[in-house]
Every structure is written in C-alpha cells, then in structure tokens.
C-alpha cells in the first residue's frame, strides 16, 4: 500500500466530494452485500426507472468535469484509513467521485487526489486499479446471470435472429472475439429489420460464456425488460474503463 500525506486544512471543500456520515461498517462486508441490495434496488423499476436515476450528476476529482454518476466509479475512505471502490454506490462515507476511465483513477492515485479530496491521510491499495476492473468485471458477470435466470437473455445468432424479428430486443452484446462471418450476418440482419438496436461489446466469448454457465457464448440478445438497463449500464462500464480482457477467476 502507499500512503498519502495529511493535505492543509486551509484547501477548500472538494466538489467530488459528496456529505454523508462516516463510514461505522468494515467495506469487504458491505461489498458482499452489493448484489443483493442491487437486485432489491431493481425489482419493480423498469428501465426508464433506472435512466432516470443514472441522471445524477458529480464532479471528478481528477478532471473538474460534472458527469453522470453512471459514468463515474465513486470510492469511500474505510474505517481503517484506506481507499475503496464502491460500483454500487452504497457504502457508508463520503463519496469521492473519479470518471470511469482507467487512466483517470491512475491519475488520482499518483497525483495523491484521495487524499486532498478526503482531507485526511488515506491508504492507497498497490492494486487499486486492478480491483476496480475486476470489480466492474464480476459485476456484470452477476447482473447478465440475473438477466438469464429472468429470461432476458438469449443466446445463439439464430436466436438473436428471432428475436429481433419479433421486436423484443432492447441491444445485442457481441464478443469481442467475434468472428467476422458472424458479425457480417448480425449486422445485415439488424439493417434489414430496421430496428434501432446497438452491438455493444466489451468481453470475450469465453468470458461470456462463464458468466451465462456455457462454454462460449459469441452473441447474445438484452430483451426489453427489469434488468435490460442495467445489463446495459454495466457493460457500458466496463467498455468506458479500457479494460484489458480477463477470465471472472482471474486477478
């Protein structure tokens, strides 16, 4: 771990810095708790639900720039003085706020902005950026889970097929190592259609695979439904990040 200094106490407040009270609980228990309190989040809300609330706005402590949180990663400084990153946004403390993007958190951690922004010595993980990757990683391995067990997630090209004749399909996840007959048929199928549907990407097919319990998984379909905004949300994460390709077991 790496340690950053006590900043004066004459800076002023940080905007990437939200209020709240100070953190009582250990995180790793409150981190084991985050699928649970996500999908309790989520039932009942559709997807405009979930836009709606991705809407709110904070500042980051690297760029100055006001972005959507859904575009940001928020960290808490723990019990014990140390940094963590909170995807889910419901750890105890306050909220400071650094853009989704890898290299903006290995600006943070080597410009020392934790610390300046808590005002307080904190403790900087060696291995910070690689747990908020893998975070962000088994973290949309566990919602495209739930969006298969909820039967809002096919697989197969010929399935995605059907599907997008019968108009179901909110967006089409392609892996990233696609092969190129694949990605020509999807592409003139989605033309013919002439639905609005978007190809996002960001895993691998293996990676897909084990998160959907197959061993390959090369496109699969997001219907319309509770979890579509939020399957989506985290893949566009994760693609915004620049993350380097990695098994769920990996890291």
């Known amino acids: 771990?790496?340690?950053?200094?006590?900043?004066?106490?004459?800076?002023?407040?940080?905007?990437?810095?939200?209020?709240?009270?100070?953190?009582?609980?250990?995180?790793?228990?409150?981190?084991?708790?985050?699928?649970?309190?996500?999908?309790?989040?989520?039932?009942?809300?559709?997807?405009n639900r979930r836009h709606e609330l991705s809407l709110k706005e904070r500042r980051c402590i690297v760029s100055g720039e006001t972005c959507p949180t859904s575009q940001m990663i928020r960290f808490v400084v723990g019990p014990d003085d140390e940094i963590y990153p909170d995807l889910a946004e419901k750890l105890p403390g306050?909220?400071?706020?650094?853009?989704?993007?890898?290299?903006?958190?290995?600006?943070?951690?080597?410009?020392?902005?934790?610390?300046?922004?808590?005002?307080?010595?904190?403790?900087?993980?060696?291995?910070?950026?690689?747990?908020?990757e893998h975070l962000m990683q088994e973290r949309l391995f566990q919602t495209l889970g739930l969006a298969k067990r909820a039967g809002e997630l096919i697989t197969g090209l010929e399935r995605v097929f059907e599907a997008l004749d019968k108009g179901i399909l909110d967006a089409i996840i392609e892996a990233q190592d696609a092969g190129k007959d694949?990605?020509?048929?999807?592409?003139?199928?989605?033309k013919a259609s002439e639905e609005d549907i978007s190809v996002l990407k960001g895993l691998g097919a293996e990676q897909m695979g084990l998160a959907l319990g197959r061993s390959n998984v090369v496109h699969a379909g997001v219907v319309y439904g509770s979890m579509s905004g939020k399957v989506l949300a985290d893949l566009a994460r994760l693609q915004a990040w620049g993350a380097s390709e990695r098994t769920p077991d990996e890291g």
Do not use: C, H
């Open 1 to 47: 771990m790496t340690s950053s200094d006590q900043p004066s106490s004459s800076q002023a407040p940080d905007e990437g810095v939200e209020d709240q009270a100070s953190p009582t609980d250990v995180p790793g228990e409150e981190m084991q708790d985050e699928g649970s309190q996500e999908q309790e989040q989520d039932q009942g809300y559709g997807t």
């Open 94 to 132: 306050r909220g400071i706020w650094v853009s989704g993007q890898r290299a903006m958190v290995e600006q943070a951690i080597k410009r020392g902005l934790f610390a300046k922004s808590a005002k307080a010595r904190v403790q900087v993980n060696a291995n910070l950026v690689e747990l908020v």
């Open 182 to 190: 694949g990605a020509r048929k999807l592409r003139a199928k989605i």
